[in-house]
């Protein structure tokens, strides 16, 4: 267990549906990434949250979007699901500042994700 | 924009023989580098990482990595490969002075040893 919870780890799903992945970080840690892994994409840089607010955005779709609460936990919102956003999503978390280079990220162990 | 690159998507080895997967990285500054390793079914733990002038790091499992600025390489390397090494590999990278840019991936190298 690495301390990193990410629920449900299997979502099946039909096209034009939406979703919500939910991501609770290691204890201590404020910073929550999301990661998106494709066969052909490989691991793709979504979003990071801070504290609750925005951080960093990377190649999210505007039919995709996140929020982190009080009580850190995030959420992912996929949107209008397509047969393409078919993937493992990651989420990660870490310490802040150059702390976090010392220890790394912390990946949860994903949510697969199957649009039908 | 900082960049890894993983030569090679599937490498296959013997069991007891030499692992060795490529990541280049794109920078004129030396950044931050990781290799991350993930299980089936699991998700990705830190194997190593270049954050300092050691430019030879040691790692988990027997793994190590050598730095190499000249060829802007971070190479990982195990002397013998073991079954449960079987996984797939990620090279990451973090500009240095970078804040909280996270950290950006290889497409990643599965590694299958055979028995």
């Known amino acids: 267990d690495s301390g990193v919870t990410q629920t449900p780890k299997h979502l099946i799903t039909a096209t034009g549906q939406r979703v919500t992945l939910r991501c609770s970080p290691r204890?201590?840690?404020?910073?929550v990434y999301w990661y998106q892994q494709s066969l052909d994409q490989g691991l793709q840089f979504l979003i990071q949250?801070?504290?609750?607010?925005?951080?960093a955005k990377g190649n999210i779709l505007e039919r995709f979007s996140a929020q982190q609460f009080p009580d850190l936990h995030s959420e992912l919102n996929l949107s209008s699901l397509e047969l393409g956003d078919s993937a493992l999503y990651f989420c990660a978390s870490s310490v802040e500042g150059d702390a976090r280079l010392i220890y790394g990220y912390t990946f949860g162990s994903g949510t697969r994700l199957t649009v039908v | 924009a900082q960049s890894v690159t993983q030569l090679g998507s599937h490498v296959s080895v013997s069991e007891g023989a030499l692992v060795l997967l490529r990541c280049n990285y794109s920078?004129?500054?030396?950044?931050?580098l990781f290799w991350y390793v993930q299980y089936p079914n699991q998700g990705l733990q830190l194997l190593l990482k270049y954050t300092s002038a050691a430019t030879l790091v040691k790692g988990i499992n027997g793994f190590e990595a050598e730095f190499k600025k000249s060829e802007t390489s971070f190479h990982l390397t195990k002397p013998s490969a073991h079954m449960s090494d079987a996984a797939e590999y990620f090279c990451?990278?973090?500009?240095?002075?970078?804040?909280?840019?996270?950290?950006?991936f290889g497409k990643g190298t599965r590694l299958s040893v055979i028995a």
């Open positions: 920078s004129s500054v030396p950044p931050y």
């Open positions: 204890s201590g840690d404020l910073s």
């Open positions: 949250y801070y504290n609750g607010e925005e951080r």
């Open positions: 990451a990278v973090s500009p240095r002075n970078s804040g909280n840019t996270p950290l950006v």
